[in-house]
């Protein structure tokens, strides 16, 4: 029977995730389900894999593939400027209280393949605020972290990403960031030569620095209500008083037990303020 | 007897809003089952959906908010740029991940997720469209004991989207939009 099947299904997948956490030491259990199943139907699918037996086999004799399967179950699908307004508010509300300190500290958190990144230190680019920012990019997978560092995306996109520069406020000739080459375009790495980049897992790392921005777009839908609570409590220690923190469209702080120690700065972009 | 319906899911493309809203229209705010709507839209574009939605209708129209529960008496709208999936604790998770169908929100995810979840007690409703999104999901929901409506092609003002359903699917329910419409009043437990 199908159901019967299916609740199968599931309760490998619960085995696989503990077994992931004790082999690699990646902790899934704080991952919406719904997702996580999904995901990892997806990668039987396209791995041609027939069942989950299969698919523990290959996790545990080949780190390689452990590695693409965290790219996968993970979702890493981002653009850039991303929700334009977003970007444009940054620019207009928070940048200018931020260039009045005389160093900045950014974390992106869960910065995927870096389409983020780059939109963010292009802003800082324009506001004069580049030379004196540092930018901590981190993912829990150390792959697309590679590709981040890299800047290198496909040139189908640009079109895309051109106009959405526009109307997140960019007033340059967007190419002016980017040189073309072979169906992809390499964006400038002095845009990145102030951040660094590595590995941080928000469901069991803690933090490490103090920040004026905190950036996590799109990272705590994938997450149950308890682990998005230990995330956001990072978060909020990793903020110095008056900071600010930009969270996705869809993802709010309203549910959680350190709201009242924010302000909304602007509501349908999500971004908060840390009160002094 | 037929299992109880616990989760209505519905899907729609091109004409869809026009559709979705004819049989929404007539049904009374304190409906006993959770309706979920999927529209396709432009991406990265506002829109007022909800606004025509809340004007127009007696049930409570919200977009959907990532872990918040399912509650009678209201339709929960799609979000742009966001796949919708169901938690077995009858909550909503949102996907930021890639488009299936050229889409983002998908149909076919949708209705795929919320038969995972409620299995023989979902319906899932395709109206007009111009895409083949949906049909898939909706054989899903058909293979796991629930409910597959499509609306009438010929009555849709795109017919492509419920046409494909209807052929892939044997023993796909082929109504218009005002017998769905009686259909799904005859469900309502006052």
Partial sequence: MKLEHDS????????????????YGYDFSGYSRASVYRRVKRFLGQKHLASIDELRERLFSDSFFFENFL?????????MFRDPTFFLSLRENV????????YIKI???GCSTGEELFSLTILLEEAGLLGRTKIYATDINQKVLRQ?????????????YTSSYYAAGGKRDFSSYYTSNYGNVKFDSSLVKNVVFYPHNLATDTSFNEFHLVVCRNVLIYFNRQLQERVLRLFDESLVSLGYLALGKKETLAMSGISSNYSILDKSNRIYRKNS | MRPLTKLIVMGGSWGGIQASLSILEGLPPDYSIPIV????????????LQEIFSKKLLLKAVEV???EPLLPGHVYLAPANYHVLFEKDHTFSLDDSELENYSRPSIDVSFSSAADVFGKNTMGILLSGASRDGSSGLKYIFEKGGVAVAQDPSE?????MPQAAIESIRGCTIMNVARIKEFLLSLHEH
């Fill in chain 2, 37 to 48: 709507l999927v529209l396709h839209r432009l991406r990265n574009q506002e829109g007022n």
């Fill in chain 2, 65 to 67: 908010e990532e872990k």
């Fill in chain 2, 156 to 160: 849709a003002e795109v017919g492509t």
């Fill in chain 1, 107 to 109: 974390w992106d958190a």
């Fill in chain 1, 95 to 102: 940048l200018p209280i931020l260039s009045t300190y005389p």
């Fill in chain 1, 8 to 23: 199968l299904f599931e309760q490998e997948v619960e085995a696989l995730i503990k077994e992931i956490h004790t082999q």
């Fill in chain 1, 71 to 79: 790219q996968e179950v993970t979702v890493n699908v981002t653009e």
């Fill in chain 1, 148 to 160: 981040a560092k890299e800047g290198i995306f496909s040139a189908s996109h640009m079109a895309a």
